[in-house]
């Protein structure tokens, strides 16, 4: 079985690698999506255990077109009662980027439209389209002149864990969020801090791969579970397999700490929607008056761009308040950054090891990693002076 994953920009290679673990085959990198192959019980666990992912796809048709006719013609030649019943609901979500149509929902209205005809042909009845929660979701894809039609087997994005009820102003995606921890290589074994934690995204998701718990474990629903041939039995097996509570030894800690205390209570509340036990905690702190939790470890955080919260003019200085912490508190450890702040980067005042470009939303950020030496200010300081430029990893669009 082919099948597509989506995924953000920046984070194909962390997902091909996921695919990679999970035993997938033939796997295809390309600009945020991944194709690879593998039977049902591999597009089961995908939902289940992909981190970075937004949605597994079954592409069920390919074909060039001419013009709106021709793509309605094309659409009417597909069996959409392989997939669905006449009693289901479905809805239509998709991307086009085609001189064809400058109203780019016109083809997922297309489509809408071949599939009511189709059913009304057929049985002398038609489903009904359901935008928030139908049982089936069609994904149309089209570039240029070229159309991909396919099953959207998640129905809901993947970043929708189940856990995360209540947010603060600006959250971090779920799946942004696993994306960066695992592209800082961390894997639960050294100590974990976001000193700006907001409603807790960051430290949750870091639970989650430290105790090697999937991250849609809280989710009660796929739309796979919809689809003709659903096999009950196999998915039950493949939840069934997947560990349901934490390390009895996991030896780091994982901390989570922010100013508003409103956001630390939401941040507990949403970790207690999984069973997490008591390996991650969460303080109503100052980042400057916060300290290492041991000699070693990894720091990731999302602090204010200036665009959603916090003042334009407060972000220089916090974020030199930033760059001053890392200095003076967090010697031994890797800081990472994420921010669509240049001026706030600037402010921190240290040359990054490491630059990866990702998107927050509709944002371009920079996620940063500058690395923390042991030892006094002044030799941290002339470390860095003697490093040479570190290129970054991703391109700039």
Not at 213 to 241: C, I, Q, T
Not at 342 to 358: T, Y
Request: with cysteine.
């Amino acid at each position: 079985m082919k099948l597509t994953a989506k995924t953000f920009y920046g984070l194909e290679d962390v997902l091909a690698e996921e695919l990679k673990n999970l035993g997938a085959t033939n796997i295809k990198k390309g600009n945020r999506v991944v194709t690879y192959e593998g039977d049902t019980e591999l597009m089961y666990r995908s939902n289940l255990w992909l981190r970075t992912a937004l949605a597994v796809l079954i592409p069920v048709s390919t074909f060039k077109f001419k013009n709106k006719d021709d793509l309605f013609k094309k659409f009417t030649k597909i069996d959409f009662g392989e997939f669905m019943s006449d009693g289901q609901t479905f809805a239509v979500k998709g991307a086009v980027n085609s001189p064809e149509f400058t109203y780019t929902q016109l083809p997922m209205l297309i489509l809408k439209d071949a599939i009511v005809d189709y059913f009304r042909d057929k049985f002398g009845t038609r489903p009904d389209v359901d935008k928030r929660h139908p049982n089936v979701v069609f994904d149309v894809h089209l570039q240029d002149y070229e159309c991909t039609v396919s099953i959207n087997t998640s129905g809901a994005p993947l970043f929708q864990r189940g856990y995360r009820k209540d947010t603060g102003e600006a959250p971090l995606n779920e799946a942004v969020a696993a994306g960066m921890i695992l592209l800082s290589g961390w894997k639960g074994d050294t100590d974990f801090m976001d000193v700006m934690c907001g409603a807790g995204t960051l430290p949750i998701e870091a639970a989650l791969i430290a105790n090697e718990m999937p991250p849609n474990l809280a989710r009660k629903s796929f739309s796979f579970m919809h689809l003709k041939g659903f096999d009950k039995e196999l998915w039950n097996k493949v939840y069934d397999e997947a560990p349901k509570r934490p390390k009895k030894d996991l030896k780091v800690r994982i901390v989570g700490s922010d100013t508003n205390g409103d956001v630390i209570l939401k941040a507990r509340s949403n970790a207690k929607n999984l069973p997490l036990g008591q390996c991650l905690q969460f303080e109503i702190k100052d980042f400057g008056d916060q300290g290492r939790l041991g000699d070693g470890g990894i720091l990731i955080t999302n602090p204010p761009y200036g665009e959603r919260i916090g003042e334009e003019e407060e972000i220089p200085a916090m974020y030199k308040r930033l760059g001053d912490f890392f200095k003076h508190k967090m010697q031994g450890y890797d800081c990472w950054v994420i921010s669509a702040s240049r001026e706030g980067l600037k402010n921190i005042e240290l040359k990054p090891d490491e630059k990866i470009q990702l998107y927050n939303g509709s944002l371009s950020c920079d996620f940063r990693k500058y690395k923390i030496f042991e030892g006094s200010l002044a030799e941290h300081k002339q470390k860095y002076s003697n490093e040479r430029r570190v290129p970054k990893r991703n391109k700039k669009k």
